[in-house]
T-cell receptor
Framework: DVKVTQSSRYLVKRTGEKVFLECVQDMDHENMFWYRQDPGLGLRLIYFSYDVKMKEKGDIPEGYSVSREKKERFSLILESASTNQTSMYLC????????????FGPGTRLTVT | GDSVTQMEGPVTLSEEAFLTINCTYTATGYPSLFWYVQYPGEGLQLLLKATKADDKGSNKGFEATYRKETTSFHLEKGSVQVSDSAVYFCALITGNQFYFGTGTSLTVIP
């Protein structure tokens, strides 16, 4: 079974802090994704990565950056956290061939005060 | 552009009732279609999938049929249980892009 883990389930940070959210997968999948989930808005793609050191902007990249130094690890960075970044953050992975389905981590609920 | 539209929630049903959650899509290519489920406090899990027209995906008593003529992929279950209470997301992939619906919250009461 694919296992996707996220560094924290719950996180509380102050406005202006730099925040790191980490995602690790153990199935050698090439593609990794970061989404945020908000009530009534569903899932919105922040960034994705097709390979190590490669990244592509999703629909809402403003205020975020990402890092993928190793294949199994994909980090989401909030350079200066703001209250409107309070949300549930979900990481997902897929294989390259077929883009068949996404495997999700358990999510990190981030609160910025 | 490509998109997924699913039924607004929340939906509340009594145990053993019949469930339908509507999902329609817009896609220029030949998408694969998915239903994901999110239980409270957890990430999304794949519930079922269909990769071409007229395919029926099924799992845990849920089923959905890929209808190209009506661009739909409605989720159904004949008899829901309290343990089915969750948020359900319809999704499609076309080319290299995933698109998710906004989610439908289901609560099943005993």
């Amino acid at each position: 079974d694919v296992k996707v883990t996220q560094s924290s389930r719950y996180l509380v940070k102050r406005t202006g802090e730099k925040v790191f959210l980490e995602c690790v997968q153990d199935m050698d999948h090439e593609n990794m994704f970061w989404y945020r989930q908000d009530p009534g808005l569903g899932l919105r793609l922040i960034y994705f990565s097709y390979d190590v050191k490669m990244k592509e902007k999703g629909d809402i990249p403003e205020g975020y950056s990402v890092s993928r130094e190793k294949k199994e690890r994909f980090s989401l960075i909030l350079e200066s956290a703001s209250t409107n970044q309070t949300s549930m953050y979900l990481c997902a992975t897929t294989r390259v061939e077929g883009y068949y389905e996404q495997y999700f981590g358990p999510g990190t609920r981030l609160t910025v005060t | 552009g490509d998109s997924v539209t699913q039924m607004e929630g929340p939906v509340t049903l009594s145990e053993e009732a019949f469930l339908t959650i509507n999902c329609t899509y817009t896609a220029t290519g030949y998408p694969s279609l998915f239903w994901y489920v999110q239980y409270p406090g957890e990430g999304l899990q794949l519930l079922l999938k269909a990769t071409k027209a007229d395919d029926k995906g099924s799992n845990k008593g849920f089923e959905a049929t890929y209808r190209k003529e009506t661009t739909s992929f409605h989720l159904e279950k004949g008899s829901v249980q309290v343990s089915d209470s969750a948020v359900y997301f319809c999704a499609l992939i076309t080319g290299n892009q995933f698109y998710f619906g906004t989610g439908t919250s289901l609560t099943v009461i005993p």
